[in-house]
């Protein structure tokens, strides 16, 4: 496992890559319907499914409506990555719908979010990983998976990201 740690004025966070395989069923539950859920999508382009087969009605039906982002990774320069939609219920950490990288007020979690996703841009497959904050504004922890997705070609353009938030 990959434990990687940012900190700054008193703020940490702290992400852990871990196995897909460690995915559990029974305690992430939406993050595995998540995961097979991408899995099933066509791949008309190569490896990465498309973003236009990602169905909202599915997600609906999967459980999942509010406990995902859909990031727009795009751009080459990471503090532009720009969340098209964020998870409603995750609106505790501000919501951050239409925001870039670069405009959230927590460098640490900016230079966090940019390392962990350009990672799964890159990486081409789902990552898995666990991840706690301590943030001037809260403290959380939870389990992400980022999914790559393309739009029209074999090029990572999107990341539909789960959460699934430690009571």
Avoid at 61 to 75: K, R, Y
Avoid at 145 to 163: C, E, F, Q, R
Wanted: include cysteine.
């Amino acid at each position: 496992m990959i434990v990687e740690r940012e900190t700054s004025s008193g703020e940490l966070v702290e992400s852990r890559i871990c196995p897909l395989n460690e995915l559990d069923e029974s305690e992430d539950a939406l993050l595995a319907r998540l995961v097979r859920y991408w899995f099933s999508l066509p791949r008309n382009h190569g490896v990465v499914p498309d973003i236009d087969n990602v169905g909202l009605m599915k997600l609906t039906n999967l459980g999942v409506l509010g406990w995902f982002h859909i990031v727009d990774v795009h751009n080459d320069d990471p503090a532009n990555f720009c969340y098209q939609l964020f998870a409603q219920r995750a609106t505790a950490v501000g919501g951050f719908s239409g925001q870039r990288i670069c405009d959230i007020g927590s460098k640490v979690l900016q230079r966090t979010l940019e390392r962990d996703l350009v990672r799964a841009k890159s990486n081409r497959f789902p990552l898995f990983q666990g991840v706690s904050t301590k943030l001037t504004s809260h403290s959380r922890e939870y389990r992400r998976v980022a999914l790559p997705l393309a739009s029209g070609t074999d090029d990572v353009t999107h990341l539909l990201i789960g959460v699934h938030f430690n009571q």
